[in-house]
């Protein structure tokens, strides 16, 4: 994963194979993290596959919740990530906060491909938030399953 435009990491997040990383300063010099980032899944239903995380619905009631705490920046920011849904079942709402700030549906995506998400954070209220909670949630019925991978909160 290469993070273009970045003078230095302020915080960095691990979690199952992903990095949650705010980027400071910006600059010419790329930062680049050449390696997945490997922990052993500590999430019930919640495993890695190599660079990508996988959420699986079992058929217990709720949603299945992949979520980290944060800093934001003080100024807009973007959270991206790549998704494939492994299912054509299945809703994954990203959260900032409690604060809806995407919902993917499987049923809407092209079978056999990965995607991007993006989402550009403006919300006076989610910006230079400390201990802001970043949330995963997937749901629908028992099976549905979604990757996802080079999760990034970055400043625009």
């Known amino acids: 994963m290469i993070f273009k435009k970045g003078a230095g990491i302020i915080s960095v ?10 980027l400071a300063n910006q600059n010419n010099k790329p930062i680049l993290i050449d390696r997945p980032v490997v922990k052993t899944p500590v999430v019930k239903n919640v495993t890695n596959t190599g660079s990508w995380a996988k959420l699986t619905k079992d058929e217990k009631p709720g949603s299945v919740k992949l979520y980290q705490s944060v800093n934001t920046p003080d100024g807009p920011y973007d959270v ?16 900032l906060n409690s604060v809806v700030v995407g919902i993917l549906r499987a049923e809407d995506e092209k079978t056999g491909e990965s995607a ?10 989610l910006l230079g938030a400390k201990g802001l909670i970043f949330s995963l949630n997937l749901s629908g019925p028992s099976g549905s399953e979604i990757l996802i991978t080079n999760i990034s909160i970055k400043p625009i």
């Open 13 to 22: 997040f691990v979690t199952i194979g992903m990095i949650f990383a705010y």
């Open 80 to 95: 991206t990530f790549d998704y494939y849904f492994t299912t054509k079942t299945g809703v994954l709402d990203v959260l």
């Open 116 to 125: 991007s998400f993006r989402s550009m954070i403006t919300d006076k209220d």
